[in-house]
T-cell receptor
Framework: DARVTQTPRHKVTEMGQEVTMRCQPI?????VFWYRQTMMQGLELLAY????????DSGMPKDRFSAEMPDATLATLKIQPSEPRDSAVYFC?????????????FGPGTRLTVT | AQSVTQLDSQVPVFEEAPVELRCNYS??????LFWYVQYPNQGLQLLLK??????LVESINGFEAEFNKSQTSFHLRKPSVHISDTAEYFC????????????FGAGTRLFVKA
């Protein structure tokens, strides 16, 4: 049963600390998306990749957030330094890369709390 | 650019009653339309999608949605809901101008009461 995995599932950290979230897309998928979900803003697209290259990161605060794909099986989202307003659930999703008609497969999310 | 509007933020309904969750979209080109469902403490998962062809699409658990091009709508319906349908439902749209990006609506929380 192919699934997107995310680690950690929960993270509590203090303001100013670095946070790294990891995602393993479904094997063979070549598009990866990072979303942030909050009660106030709903689901926001932060960045996405195709074939490990970033295609769009316009939704991401550039001064503190960075997203990378070191290899085809790992995507990372880093926040440095973290702030309380970053508290949210962060989802990774992957797709087969066929185009706009793709279904996205979501991971279970990382619940981040910054105190 | 595409946009999606989900007209109801919350829909309470009694078990075995019918339900409709409304979704309108905006796009200047042909679109692909999706409904995703999110159960508590889980990620989103695809419920159904419209790509082309028949305007009525169905899911395996009794939901259906109809693509209406003239009204730019893609409302989700179920004739008889169960307690287990309690979840948040997201309408989403993509088109060829957006690359691989999908635009999600704000979500509708369906609450099924016994």
């Amino acid at each position: 049963d192919a699934r997107v995995t995310q680690t950690p599932r929960h993270k509590v950290t203090e303001m100013g600390q670095e946070v790294t979230m990891r995602c393993q897309p479904i094997l063979g998928h070549n598009t990866v998306f990072w979303y942030r979900q909050t009660m106030m803003q709903g689901l926001e697209l932060l960045a996405y990749f195709r074939n490990r290259a970033p295609l769009d990161d316009s939704g991401m605060p550039k001064d503190r957030f960075s997203a990378e794909m070191p290899d085809a099986t790992l995507a990372t989202l880093k926040i440095q330094p973290s702030e309380p307003r970053d508290s949210a659930v962060y989802f990774c999703a992957s797709g087969s890369g066929q185009g706009a008609s793709d279904e996205q497969y979501f991971g279970p999310g990382t619940r981040l709390t910054v105190t | 650019a595409q946009s999606v509007t989900q007209l109801d933020s919350q829909v309470p309904v009694f078990e075995e009653a019918p339900v409709e969750l409304r979704c309108n979209y905006s796009s200047s080109v042909s679109v692909y339309l999706f409904w995703y469902v999110q159960y508590p403490n889980q990620g989103l998962q695809l419920l159904l999608k419209y790509l082309s062809g028949s305007t009525l699409v169905e899911s395996i658990n009794g939901f259906e949605a109809e693509f209406n091009k003239s009204q730019t709508s893609f409302h989700l319906r179920k004739p008889s809901v169960h307690i287990s349908d309690t979840a948040e439902y997201f309408c989403a749209v993509s088109d060829h101008t957006g690359g691989f990006k999908t635009i999600f609506g704000a979500g509708t929380r369906l609450f099924v009461k016994a």
